[in-house]
């Protein structure tokens, strides 16, 4: 019996998007990928980006024949896109490294045109970034070009460099000065180096002989207690650090007045309530000698006033 009440009907869940629907979804994405996928989080690109997913949702419903599908569902879906895409490349990458053996990996999953579209869009939040220092990424010699412009209109010849350095020690004393330039330069401090180096007398080696010097410009203190010795790269700023130090000590100074000023008014203050205090207490004495002098002469009236009768 329901009594008059209904129950709360909730929305029945929407069929899944087919293959077609993600494709073009990630087509339609690919078309607005500047207002999309802008990562500015200011409010006119907020506002740019909800008129491109309401303009994308009645493109994406006008063009399937499916079920109606809501801005909210299409946003919530090509981040699902995205994720599922990017895992799909990472199990992939990671197969590469392995050494085999074992079961049959069926993580590994060849790229769908929707994976080619969002790697076209997202780059290389999907891909990564490699990495050239600190790693074993190594450029090989076949990468590198046969010549450079080193500019008034003349080129350099690149050599390989185990080639460049066996006949760099043949060929440097006999070249002119005019065509030294900073690649051959290098070199030769190179050689020279090593050469020093072998000869070097190491006995008297300490770390500290590695150190050296502050920069005047790293290095600027200034004598007081109130002043400013921390290293600073600019006058303006140790200039400023000085007078808010003299700022904070002159309103120190101000407070512990104030301080000393509200302790002698508080201290007079009580003296001024103990005053009152007294003099009270002694009218309320005398009031009451009074009375006391009042009730007695009372009394002597009365019993003289009893003895004529």
Request: hydrophobic fraction near 30%.
């Amino acid at each position: 019996m329901s009594c008059g009440i209904e129950k709360n009907e909730t929305p029945a869940r929407a069929k899944n998007f087919t293959n077609e629907e993600v494709l073009l979804l990630s087509e339609l994405v690919g078309k607005n990928r500047s207002v999309i996928e802008n990562k500015q989080s200011g409010v006119i690109t907020h506002k740019q980006k909800e008129a491109a997913w309401q303009k994308l949702t009645m493109e994406f419903n006008a063009s399937t024949s499916g079920d109606h599908r809501s801005t909210k569902m299409l946003i919530e879906k090509w981040r699902n896109t995205k994720k599922t895409s990017t895992k799909s490349y990472s199990a992939n990458k990671k197969s590469l490294y392995k050494t085999g053996g074992g079961p049959k990996d069926f993580s590994i999953v060849l790229e769908t045109p929707v994976d080619a579209i969002v790697h076209d869009i997202i780059g290389a939040r999907m891909t990564g970034y490699e990495a050239e220092c600190n790693s074993d990424y190594v450029v090989a010699n076949e990468h590198l070009p046969q010549a450079v412009d080193i500019g008034n209109g003349s080129k350099e010849q690149i050599l390989p460099f185990e080639m460049n350095l066996s006949s760099t020690n043949e060929q440097h004393d006999n070249l002119p000065s005019s065509s030294l330039n900073e690649s051959n330069l290098a070199v030769m401090h190179l050689h020279k180096y090593e050469e020093q180096q072998g000869q070097a007398d190491w006995s008297d080696y300490s770390p500290a002989l590695l150190k050296t010097p502050t920069s005047k410009l790293l290095s600027t203190t200034k004598a007081g207690t109130t002043k400013a010795t921390t290293c600073r790269t600019n006058e303006k700023w140790c200039n400023l650090a000085d007078k808010k130090s003299e700022f904070l000590d002159i309103l120190q100074k101000l407070r512990e007045k104030e301080l000393e000023e509200a302790v002698k008014n508080h201290q007079e203050e009580r003296e001024l309530v103990q005053l009152k205090k007294k003099i009270l207490l002694e009218e309320h004495q005398l009031k009451m000698e009074q009375m006391r002098e009042e009730h007695a002469l009372k009394l002597k009236l009365m019993s003289e006033r009893k003895s004529f009768m």
